[in-house]
């Protein structure tokens, strides 16, 4: 498909965003939850199984249409454009992509229809951007698996009904012996112990897990045994690429309010976007968006397409998610006094914005695997 032919599916996610998601979007923040049945438009609308095929239940989409998805609703809303991206990227893509067919038949129908949602279990208190050094356990028992632990800021975490879980299954110092599950968040022993009080994004819940003796099937053993450290990168490498669109949606959000703003807005008898200040500011702020965009659109070919594509998933998660940053700060400014306020929605932006430069991989880390990337040539 050709960029012009994802157009109709944008108008579609975009008119839901603006009906259905854009006038919950400050209630959302204030009380910190997602309603219920707001998410369960999201299944009903295909948008929570986007790209898992026709006969696991999902919409048989690809990946580019999923990345508009994400940024549509984004701009409506970040905290709900998240949902999506954790449940899609991080719940559904691991089974998806490294489950046998008994596994996909029995997990992925109730998660794309979003009659459960998916959160992935990696980081830990002492084990973040470090990955390697994580000490959750799965104790082999023969008949199943036993995992003792604790998560740290898993997204979806509160109402998650599957979670995908990394624990070392031998104790080693490094990523080797990491093995991957599927859990049912249901089994005992699985306990939220609580939710962060955030910045922003605060109607996604951002959970702290307790992992306290629970069983798992052995069948619920995810890909490879001691391949989960593969399965996460691989992960992430797609996941990126849905919190790229995230970013870009809340920057184009704080670009419109601007560009509206600057218009409706007075100053020494002329509208803001007549001082060429103003101007410049939301010239580079369309640069930027459209930049970005483009980067998400080659990621997401890329992957459609089957191809290498973490370099290109890199580069726009670091660009888009500084380019949120840096529009929705601006936007702040072009509003002025204004924009500092809880009466309009660029400061709800801002604070939205920041987290996308951290989850997911910083953007130093997506430094250090742009340049892994360009060098390895020299390092083969």
């Known amino acids: 498909m050709i960029l012009n032919d994802y157009q ?13 998601v854009a006038p919950l979007a400050a209630s959302i923040d ?14 009903e609308n295909g948008f929570l199984g986007s790209y898992v ?35 899609t990227s991080l719940g559904i893509y ?14 992925l129908p109730k998660l794309a229809s979003g009659e459960h949602i998916g959160c992935f279990c990696l980081s830990e208190p002492n084990a973040g951007t470090d990955a390697g050094s994580l000490t959750t356990y799965a104790e082999d028992k023969g008949d199943y698996y036993e995992i003792s632990g604790t998560k740290n800021f898993i997204t979806n975490g ?25 859990v049912d968040t249901s089994t005992p022993g699985f306990q939220v112990m609580k939710c962060e009080d955030k910045l922003g994004i605060k109607g996604s819940s951002t959970a702290q897990i307790a992992f306290d003796k629970v069983k798992v099937p052995k069948e619920n053993l995810l890909g490879e045994y001691e ?64 930049a970005s965009r483009l980067l998400i659109w080659e990621a997401s070919r890329r992957k459609d397409e089957g191809v290498e594509y973490s370099l290109q998933s890199a580069q726009a998660k670091l660009f888009a998610a500084e380019t949120a940053m840096w529009v929705t700060t601006k936007a702040i400014q072009v509003l002025g006094g204004n924009g500092y306020t809880k009466e309009y929605p660029v400061e709800r932006y801002f604070r939205d914005a920041k987290i996308t430069e951290i989850y997911e991989g910083t953007s130093e880390i997506q430094r250090v695997v742009i340049a892994a990337n360009e060098l390895k040539e020299f390092n083969s």
């Open 8 to 20: 109709e599916i944008r108008d579609m996610v975009a008119k839901f965003a603006d009906t259905e």
């Open 53 to 87: 095929p026709e006969e696991y239940g999902g919409a048989g989409m690809d990946y580019t249409s999923y990345s508009i998805i994400v940024e549509e609703i984004s701009r409506a809303c970040a905290s709900t454009g998240v949902l999506i991206s954790a449940h």
């Open 227 to 290: 391949k989960g450290f593969k399965i996460a990168m691989g992960t992430l490498d797609g996941g990126r690429i849905g919190i790229a669109s995230q970013a870009l949606g809340i920057a184009e959000a704080a670009f419109r309010y601007a560009k509206y703003y600057s218009n409706e807005r007075v100053q020494f008898g002329k509208p803001l976007h007549a001082l060429q200040a103003i101007q410049f500011i939301l010239a580079d702020m369309s640069t930027k968006i459209a």
């Open 94 to 107: 691991p089974i998806l992509a490294f489950g046998n067919e008994e596994q996909k038949k029995k997990f």
């Open 158 to 182: 509160k109402e998650a009904n599957i979670a995908i879980v990394f624990a070392k299954t031998t104790k080693t110092p490094n990523y080797k012996g990491i093995s991957a599950f599927i």
């Open 30 to 43: 204030k009380n910190e939850k997602i309603p219920a049945d707001l998410v369960a438009k999201l299944g």
